[in-house]
């Protein structure tokens, strides 16, 4: 729509609100729709486009997120963090405690140097939650 269009249509109607083109073609089938949005539930991003892939189905993602989004999906990462298990619990008492004689300097420097990202649960990726 030009601007002047827009202009006269909000003088009329007091919105100016994008028009749906009903002639303009659906990109992807409904039953198809269904098929992504519960694949998106169930799993990671990256098992979700593997699914998309081996299905051979591979819609652009201009297509896929305004349908997630519609649904009440997007990608974050979850807000809770996993506890620490009670065997790495165990484990990280006992180096601690055999390490209780340690001057600070020492302390200071193995905590700076605790810069590795240790997994804990098993996946590490953007779920749909």
């Known amino acids: 729509m030009c601007v002047q269009a827009i202009r006269k249509e909000y ?7 994008a028009k749906i083109h009903p002639e303009a073609a659906r990109l992807t089938l409904c039953l198809v729709d269904r098929k992504i949005v519960q694949r998106a539930t169930n799993g990671s991003r990256q ?3 593997r699914n998309l892939a081996a ?9 896929v997120l305004p349908l997630l989004k519609e649904v009440g999906l997007f990608g974050r990462r ?5 506890l620490i298990s009670a065997k790495n ?3 990280l008492l006992d180096w ?3 390490q209780k004689n340690w001057v600070i300097q020492l302390w200071r420097k ?6 590795p990202k240790f997994l804990l649960s098993s996946k ?3 779920m749909f939650v």
């Open 11 to 17: 003088k009329v109607t007091r919105s100016a609100k």
């Open 47 to 49: 098992d979700f486009s």
């Open 55 to 63: 299905q051979q189905t591979n819609p652009f993602v201009n297509t």
């Open 78 to 82: 979850p807000a809770k963090k996993p």
């Open 89 to 91: 619990r165990k484990v």
């Open 96 to 98: 601690a405690h055999a």
């Open 110 to 115: 193995a905590i700076k140097s605790d810069k």
């Open 124 to 126: 590490d990726e953007i």
